[in-house]
């Protein structure tokens, strides 16, 4: 079952422009993460935040997270075209790697 | 630096056939992992390890088998491919299994059942 759910499901954007993709999840949670996916590749983690933080930063990118709205967001400041990819959150419950659960990812297009 | 390494990357199988896929990970992780992606569905938890000689069930098991021989290896077998098993198959590994720790995947292997 999937716990995050991605919104929108695809997004398109000109380049230098900011992408913002929000992720919603059901259950309380551990930490959330954020995973990049080009097309025909594995998926790349990016950032993870843990259920006590509320903004982390890294590069151009920035992730939200709301325990009280059960909600993340991942922010993409001054978007370029090489990150055209599929963006996946994934929440995970205390305890077990194998509670890392996907949702089913939001399809970013970069225009140049 | 290979990290994460699956082998075949393509396969094309008939219902009934057997096949299995490999998973390398040079990290020396404890944890490894087998997920499938399809459409819509995001990623799957099929199997997963704690270490070596150990498995366990993940969200869909069914139909799959797995070991873990070796430390850096982890195996996925299908016995009688169904169509419903076309799928992208992902290998991951972590060093911990907590859900904090990052997960590391490989690049995929197609997977069709004709």
């Known amino acids: 079952s999937q716990q995050g759910e991605e919104d929108p499901q695809a997004l398109s954007i000109q380049e230098g422009e900011n992408a913002t993709m929000n992720c919603s999840y059901k259950t309380s949670i551990n930490n959330l993460q954020w995973y990049r996916q080009n097309s025909g590749r594995g998926l790349v983690h990016l950032i993870l935040?843990?259920?006590?933080?509320r903004e982390k930063h890294s590069g151009r990118l920035r992730v939200t997270l709301d325990t009280s709205k059960k909600s993340s967001s991942l922010l993409i400041t001054a978007s370029r075209a090489a990150d055209t990819a599929s963006y996946f959150c994934a929440t995970g419950t205390s305890g077990s790697a194998r509670q890392l659960t996907f949702g089913s990812g939001t399809q970013l297009t970069v225009l140049p | 630096n290979a990290g994460v390494t699956q082998t075949p990357k393509f396969r094309v199988l008939k219902t009934g056939q057997s096949m299995t896929l490999l998973c390398a990970q040079d990290?020396?992780?404890?944890?490894m992992y087998w997920y499938r992606q399809d459409p819509g569905m995001g990623l799957r938890l099929i199997h997963y390890?704690?270490?070596?000689?150990?498995?366990a069930k993940g969200e869909v098991p069914d139909g799959y088998n797995v070991s873990r021989l070796k430390k850096q290896n982890f195996l996925l077998g299908l016995e009688s491919a169904a169509p419903s098993q076309t799928s992208v198959y992902f290998c991951?590994?972590?060093?911990?299994?907590?859900?904090?720790?990052?997960?590391?995947f490989g690049e995929g292997s197609w997977l069709t059942v004709v």
């Open positions: 935040i843990r259920s006590n933080e």
């Open positions: 991951a590994s972590s060093y911990s299994s907590l859900s904090g720790n990052t997960i590391y």
């Open positions: 990290m020396n992780h404890e944890y």
């Open positions: 390890s704690v270490g070596e000689g150990t498995t």
